[in-house]
């Protein structure tokens, strides 16, 4: 059964506090992608892998950083918190085969920034 | 113009009903297009795949038109597990990346 797991399914924070989100998956997949999703909104991209090493900027980068040192994990970070970072955080993974657009989301992080 | 747009609802049918989502893309050069349902507070999950021909899975039934960049999502005889929010899902130009609609919520009463 894949598994697609996050850090934390919960987590406050203080404003100005660097914050880590970590993202393991156990399917030996290439890609990876962090999105947050917000009411009205839906999921967005915020930062995908292709490769350990290898990261590229989703629709909405600022504020964030993200780091895949090994294949199967994948963090993301946010430097400096701040309240309009308060959100649900949901990592996924995907293989480069054929059936590539079938992501794997994990159960997600709620994030708040006080 | 969002790339995505769904009427968010919420639907609230009666079991046995059907029900009709609909979703329009902006893009064009837009591959690929997909359902995925998002249980609450869950992760989303692939439902199924769009294709022009359109494509049935058992009570559901996905449409595709190109043309007027419209996809839908049909239910029929509706049942409490249906339950649920349904995204529309488009791949655009990088295969890799997938744009996500706000999702329509449903809920299918007794």
């Known amino acids: 059964d894949v598994k697609v797991t996050q850090s934390s399914r919960y987590l406050v924070k203080r404003t100005g506090e660097k914050v880590f989100l970590e993202c393991v998956q156990d399917?030996?997949?290439?890609?990876m992608f962090w999105y947050r999703q917000d009411p009205g909104l839906g999921l967005r991209l915020i930062y995908f892998s292709y490769d350990v090493k290898m990261k590229e900027k989703g629709d909405i980068p600022e504020g964030y950083s993200v780091s895949r040192e090994k294949k199967e994990r994948f963090s993301l970070i946010l430097e400096s918190a701040s309240t309009n970072q308060t959100s649900m955080y949901l990592c996924a993974s995907t293989s480069m085969g054929r059936n590539n657009y079938e992501q794997y989301f994990g159960p997600g992080t709620r994030l708040t920034v006080t | 113009r969002k790339e995505v747009e769904q009427d968010p609802g919420p639907f609230n049918v009666p079991e046995g009903a059907t029900v009709a989502f609909n979703c329009t893309y902006s893009n064009s050069a837009s591959q690929s297009f997909f359902w995925y349902r998002q249980d609450c507070r869950k992760e989303p999950k692939l439902l199924m795949s769009v294709y022009s021909s359109g494509n049935e899975d058992g009570r559901f039934t996905a449409q595709l038109n190109r043309a007027s960049q419209y996809i839908s999502l049909l239910i029929r005889d509706s049942k409490l597990s249906d339950s649920a929010t349904y995204l529309c899902v488009v791949m655009g130009g990088s295969a890799r990346q997938l744009t996500f609609g706000s999702g329509t919520q449903l809920t299918v009463l007794p």
């Open positions: 399917m030996d997949h290439e890609n």
